[in-house]
């Protein structure tokens, strides 16, 4: 079964960086958009950035842009999500998320069919 495992979360001061990690498993790495999203407290969970399966395409949030990269290597099964220029509002869990259809894109914010345990991020000084 497909398994995404992340890690990399913790706590930065504002302004610091951080790269989230989520190692992937359990059918063909390279057949599959991949994405993140967060949740803080009381918020719903929001999409933060998208790569498509042969990492030639990106798309993000407004709220990061320019601040995160997303990014991934397909002989390793792995995204990553490099997160610069840190804000408090950044803070809340991260998950890593799978679309459930083969090399499938559209709309790169929604429609995934699996999803990781998460990462913590806090931004505090």
């Known amino acids: 079964q497909v398994q995404l495992v992340e890690s990399g979360g913790g706590l930065v001061q504002p302004g610091g960086s951080l790269r989230l990690s989520c190692a992937a498993s359990?059918?063909?790495?390279?057949?599959?958009?991949m994405a993140w999203f967060r949740k803080a407290p009381g918020k719903e969970r929001e999409f933060v950035a998208a790569?498509?399966?042969?990492?030639?395409?990106?798309y993000y949030a407004d709220s990061v842009k320019g601040r995160f990269t997303i990014s991934r290597d397909n002989a390793k099964n792995t995204v990553w999500l490099q997160m610069n220029s840190l804000k408090p509002v950044d803070a809340a869990v991260y998950y890593c998320?799978?679309?459930?259809?083969?090399?499938?894109?559209?709309?790169?914010?929604?429609?995934?069919?699996?999803w990781g345990q998460g990462t913590q991020v806090t931004v505090s000084s």
């Open positions: 359990g059918r063909t790495f390279s057949d599959y958009s």
């Open positions: 790569i498509n399966w042969e990492g030639r395409r990106t």
């Open positions: 998320a799978q679309k459930g259809s083969r090399m499938y894109w559209l709309p790169p914010s929604r429609d995934y069919g699996y």
